[in-house]
């Protein structure tokens, strides 16, 4: 139901009726019906959210909201993003109605927002758009299933008012706790982490971390995951059932292991409540309370039983979850677990060296449909680290907040430094497995087909042993590794103009080589176009190396992400008209190169220029014997006019992309009867505080009869110049799904 472009009608749910009464003669028939039952259900609480929509009429307004601050506030580089529940809300005198729950960002100024806080505030509202490109983070579906249905800013917090509500006492505690331990581990490099196995809030991880983790696989240690979860309650099962079997305290009527699975489960609904109840740990808790439900009521159930009913209760209460990675991973590896947990009598570390093994190849399809990457240390690194944060850290952090709400904090502060010092003497083992360049596996979306056989084949490699023929199960892996996406041949341009918001990025493939012309905008310390957006694309695409790497001019919103592309991929050359980033080669005029049939030209800027300017920005013209396009970043209309005066014709494309962004300042009426373009491609961000492009020069291109094309309503535009004419596809159309806004 995820995939679909537009909502089902719940009328469709007539449709399990016949099938639900063909069910009392053959229980066969209960699959159509819990497949027609789940679509229905997902569909119902999918157009709940979708109708708690923020009214296009009120996008940009002066709003006044009173409501509460619904989540631990996160630090950014220019002050605090939050969720926050809105009671009601007003425009002038009039009341309106909003989404129920939205996200905040506050610039850092002398209030510092907190957990459950309430407050009147005067706010500016947008509808949630995000960026939409090939192997890119779908944002807006993130949103979706956070529940939240609008985004703005903070312009005046008006009021501190009452805050009595129960229901953010535990973001209260969370909160605390955090408070605490920051102030037990003053600048330890390793707080920010110890702070995340404590209440799942990551704001102190730096990034230089996150590569750590990401790169040797041991990113889900951090969070609190279902693994924290099973080891937290299996702790208190034990503990209990042997406080509870202590002589003098046994009681008749409670036989000790049903008091262990209580403590077990009340200890794992606890760790929970700290993580905020994401997808891991409602997996975790789930399985958890069919496990100890079953000691209780004192029957067995098979593992399949368990994880198929903690399957259906997560979905049933979010349906959403499967949007989220860690929803198929948490139930991939237990299922995996399962499969391979059976009798063997090789010692423990044998064991526990296979699993980690025998996880990484079972998640295999997954990982590379969900993140196009693969740790190939992670099984050694997992290995290692898995003890050390499940059975010390984990077990410290948490002795470390009972001491401290019992006012034992010196205690505490000790049970955390420890925790810290034994992250300490880890991280430099992780550090240098996560080193070297082959470490990670990078590899493109597989087709559809291609993941069915990786899963096929990792079933057949974890089969049991003693089965013949398990090694044909790494035949059928072999399609998902080697299977190339498409490409253009000999002569063709495929151009993708992608979605950076205000900002530029475009990518120009030939059949053998890639250009990158600008790479978007930097948006934080911790987030930039070229690590989110260009980096995937390039590698849904197949992209290993880039050929050359042209970086307009130095504003941020076209070379924010240079740094995280040149650390990520091997780019041949550079060429820029900012000395500080073209450490190889300036960009002048007349410079020009052929690849694959196709000719690439630098038009701007003259020799001699200072590259401190809009106006000597990179131009380059792309020519093929299938169509031209001209990329004039930000120039305007001064150097548009030198153009006109030096090229004449040769100025002539078919394709433009909008100069600045479709300021006023640029676009002026003889560049385009010049360029005399068919259509004319807008790089904007979604209501950007420019008001690009402006509306003179939308009617310009409108009476020239322009085509326009703009990356908010169209995500990612890939041009396809070839014999049979130019194709083009908009990315937010073609992979149109339910939630995207319109």
Known sequence: MQQLAELPSLHWGWLALPPLLLAWWRPVFLVPVFLIAGIVWASWRADVLLTDELPRSLEGADLVIEGSVADLPQVTDYGYRFPFDVHNSRDHDREVKIPARILLSARRGEIVPRAGESWRLQVRLKRPHGFQNPGGFDYEAYLLRQGIRARGNVRAWQQRLPSASPRYAVDRVREAIGERMRAALPDHPQAGIVEALANGHAR??????????????????????????????????????????????????????????????????????????????????????????????????????????????????????VHAPGFWLSFAAVAVIFLVMQEDDRAWWKRWISLQWAIAIGLLPITLVLFQQISLVGPVA??????????????????????????????????????????????????????????????????????????????????????????????????????????????????????????????????????????????????????????????????????????????????????????????????????????????????????????????????????????????????????????????????????????GRGLQADVLVAPHHGSRTSSSQRFLETVRPRLVLIPVGYRNAYRHPHPTVVERYRALGIRQLDSPAGGAIELRLRADGMETRLYRIDQRRYWFDR
């Open 382 to 647: 997992n290995t290692l680290a898995i003890p050390v944060f499940d059975l010390l850290c984990v077990p410290l952090v948490l002795a470390g907040i009972a001491l401290s709400g019992v006012g034992l904090e010196t205690l505490a502060s000790l049970a955390w430094q420890a925790a810290a010092g034994l992250l300490n003497l880890l991280w430099p083992i992780l550090e240098w497995l996560s080193a070297p360049s082959w470490g990670q596996w990078w590899q493109h979306q597989p087709p559809a087909w291609a993941t069915v056989c990786a899963i096929v084949g990792v079933l057949l490699l974890l089969a049991p042993r003693g089965m013949p023929g398990r090694w044909v199960g790494a035949v059928w892996l072999l399609p998902v590794l080697l299977v190339r996406p498409p490409g253009p041949a000999a002569g063709e341009v495929w151009m993708t103009l992608l979605d950076v918001g205000q900002g530029l990025a475009v990518v120009v493939r030939t059949q053998h080589r890639t250009v990158v012309f600008d790479t978007g905008p930097r948006y934080s310390s911790n987030f930039d176009a070229g690590e989110s957006v260009v980096l995937p694309y390039l590698r849904q695409t197949g992209v290993r190396r880039i050929d050359r790497l042209v970086v307009s001019h130095g504003d941020r919103d076209h070379a924010g992400g240079v740094e995280s592309l040149l650390a990520a991929l091997p780019v041949d050359r550079v060429m820029s008209s900012v000395p500080a980033i073209a450490s190889h080669e300036r960009c002048v005029a007349g410079q020009h190169w052929s690849w694959d049939d196709v000719r690439f030209e630098i038009l701007n800027p003259p020799a001699g220029a200072s590259g401190g300017h809009n106006n000597d920005s990179c131009v380059l013209m792309i020519v093929s014997r299938h169509g031209r396009v001209l990329l004039p970043a930000d120039i305007e209309k001064k150097t548009e006019r030198w153009l006109v005066e030096t090229l």
């Open 204 to 321: 102190g991880i730096e990034r230089r971390q996150w590569d750590v983790l990401r790169r040797t696989g041991t990113l889900h240690l951090v969070a609190i995951s279902g693994l924290h979860i099973s080891l937290v309650a299996a702790i208190a099962f034990f503990i209990g059932r042997w406080l509870w079997s202590l002589p003098g305290r046994t009681v008749l009527w409670l036989p000790a292991q049903q008091a262990g699975a209580i403590a077990g489960f009340m200890a794992a609904a606890g760790y929970a409540a700290l993580a905020g109840f994401v997808v891991p740990t409602q997996r975790a808790l789930i399985m958890a309370a069919v496990v100890f439900g079953a000691l209780l009521w004192r029957r067995r159930f098979a593992s399949t039983q368990v994880l198929a009913a903690a399957l259906l209760a997560v979905l049933w209460y979010d349906p959403l979850a």
